[in-house]
């Protein structure tokens, strides 16, 4: 039985999915926080968050790697920790170099990063010759506004190191770009209370399907499950509205982008771990939109588990422990597997939702959840934004991806304002 060292996670799907994973790999685990209020909001009120089964859950600074890396020595002399993980970006650079201090397996630290800062990783696949947009890397408004103009417009304005498209945002023109810019350096800060880099990135704009590439890592030796696809809600932001895994590809394009992940996971020195790399089918051919050293979040890594019989969250555990994991793609009886998501119409409280009652009956639907009246949800311009899903599987083919946007198409949101005339 292995001991695992969880530092932080994030608190949606993953936050349950990794926790199974490691008890039903037989090990046990140890959660690191620290803010144990964060967790203890996400309980349903009848049973414990999973996280907080740990068999300790402890408190220490884990924004401060200086103060964090003895006081993990200490415990580690302790407790004796076999591997250490995370399931949340902005703490995978931590985990990095916890398990190098330590001995312990994993990535590089310096891989983690390049992979992780999206201003490094297209720096990195410039260096190793991969095509890619045209990209300036900012820090003020003047270095920005003479960079968009020599770019030309429209871009792509990203943070470089934050996560689930947070203030992404397209712009035709300097008005938008300053609206963009200015969004950026009001938000210092991320979810977790780390100072964010002033870097600010700008893109060409890749024209075509997006897709994922889901991808395990064993000593620089890279293996392609499978290909996600996804459908957006649409400019000027980048919401994810659904994924379906197997995506409808002919095996030339599977190749094409299995052959543009790897090279992309080797520009950024990725040697061990499950990844998960996003890409635009452009015109020109594949074109890396960014890399994620994790695995996906959205429950993409269920969706190729009921294809494919491998479940990501369980080769993670195992890649943290040093164990070699068992890729073999097994025939599940499933041709397609889908999830779409149901996204506010707008800022509000909610009264309900119509038309849950229709997935609860539906034969093909695995898995949904709509909030409860009461919930309070903003404007839909990032993937924080989901009100809930609806997740499907086709035996027959590649019929999920429709059937689950159907389903939640289907889904009527009412709004407290709407009943009271009042304001939500």
Aim: aromatic share 4%; hydrophobic share 45%; with cysteine.
């Amino acid at each position: 039985m292995g001991h695992l060292l969880v530092v932080e996670s994030w608190v949606g799907a993953m936050s349950t999915l990794l926790p199974r994973a490691i008890r039903e790999a037989g090990h046990r685990f140890t959660f690191l926080t620290r803010n144990l209020h964060h967790y203890l909001r996400q309980g349903n009120g009848v049973a414990a968050h999973q996280l907080l089964t740990a068999d300790n859950v402890i408190t220490a600074e884990t924004n401060d790697l200086d103060m964090l890396l003895p006081q993990v020595q200490r415990l580690h002399e302790v407790l004796r920790f076999d591997g250490v993980i995370t399931s949340c970006d902005y703490y995978l650079g931590t985990v990095a170099r916890l398990a190098a201090h330590l001995g312990l397996p994993g990535a590089r630290p310096e891989a983690v990063e390049h992979a992780c800062r999206k201003d490094l990783a297209r720096q990195r696949m410039r260096m190793a010759g991969l095509p890619g947009p045209a990209f300036a890397v900012t820090e003020d408004w003047p270095g920005t506004q003479a960079a968009a103009r020599t770019l030309g417009f429209p871009l792509v304005v990203k943070p470089v190191d934050l996560c689930a498209g947070m203030l992404v945002r397209l712009v035709t023109d300097l008005t938008e770009l300053r609206a963009a810019f200015d969004a950026l350096d009001e938000f210092p800060v991320n979810a977790r209370g780390q100072r964010r880099s002033p870097r600010v990135l700008l893109e060409e704009v890749l024209v075509g399907p997006e897709v994922s590439v889901e991808t395990v890592t064993v000593d620089g030796a890279t293996t392609v499950l499978g290909v996600t696809d996804k459908s957006l809600a649409g400019e000027p932001w980048f919401v994810e509205t659904g994924h379906m895994f197997p995506a409808a590809l002919d095996a030339a394009a599977v190749a094409a982008v299995g052959d543009m992940t790897t090279a992309a996971l080797a520009a950024v020195g990725f040697d061990r771990g499950v990844a998960h790399t996003e890409l635009r089918l452009t015109a020109a051919g594949p074109r890396v939109v960014e890399i994620n050293p994790r695995p996906a979040g959205n429950q993409i890594t269920e969706l190729v588990r009921r294809g494919t019989g491998v479940d990501l969250p369980m080769v993670y555990t195992q890649l943290a422990l040093g164990e070699q994991p068992d890729l073999t793609v097994s025939d599940t009886g499933v041709r397609s597997a889908a999830i779409s998501f149901l996204l506010p119409s707008r800022a509000g409280t909610v009264a309900g939702i119509d038309g849950a009652a229709t997935l609860a009956a539906a034969p093909d639907v695995v898995d949904w959840a709509v909030p409860a009246a009461g919930h309070r949800t903003g404007d839909a311009v990032s993937n924080n934004a989901y009100l809930g899903h609806v997740m499907t599987v086709d035996t027959t083919g590649l019929g999920a991806r429709a059937r689950a946007e159907e389903l939640v198409a289907g889904l009527k949101v009412r709004y407290a304002d709407e009943l009271t005339g009042a304001l939500a």
